[in-house]
Structure formats: structure tokens, C-alpha cells
């Protein structure tokens, strides 16, 4: 499947939820970038406006890795002297 494929790369694994997603609006507003990926994402986060629902949710204003993570770390916090 040529359409669906060009989304996933060895640097940066797609969903098939993301591929099912972004592939039309890939095709529709950035298809002169295909099949290079890096372009394809640049391209898609300039038209973020314009991609449908479900794909845009995928390209939010802060990228998910430069989010706070949701999960605490796990660093040993030090024992209290008891008094």
C-alpha cells in the first residue's frame, strides 16, 4: 500500500490510526512533498488550519515530545530522620 507507507519511517514510527488519518489530507495539501517524510510533516504543521479533524490532532501547536510527561519519575526520594 504506496499511499499509507510513506508516513512511517525507521526515525519516526507512525500509528496505522495516524496513517488512516493523515494519509488523504497528506495527499491533498502536501503531495509535492511526497514521499520525503521530514517534508511531509513540515508541510503539515504549516497547513495545520486546513487538515481534517482527526489528523489534526496529531500536529498540536506543542509537540508531544516537548510536553511534561504524564508519568512521575521514579527517583527514590530520600527517608525523614524520625525526630
Known sequence: MIGASFLATPSQAYTDDQQQL??????RLCSAAIPDVDRVTACMIQKRAQLSPGCAQFFRATPVSARK????SRRAKKPTRPS
Open 69 to 72: 510527561p504524564t508519568v512521575k
Open 22 to 27: 493523515c494519509t488523504g489530507d497528506a495527499f
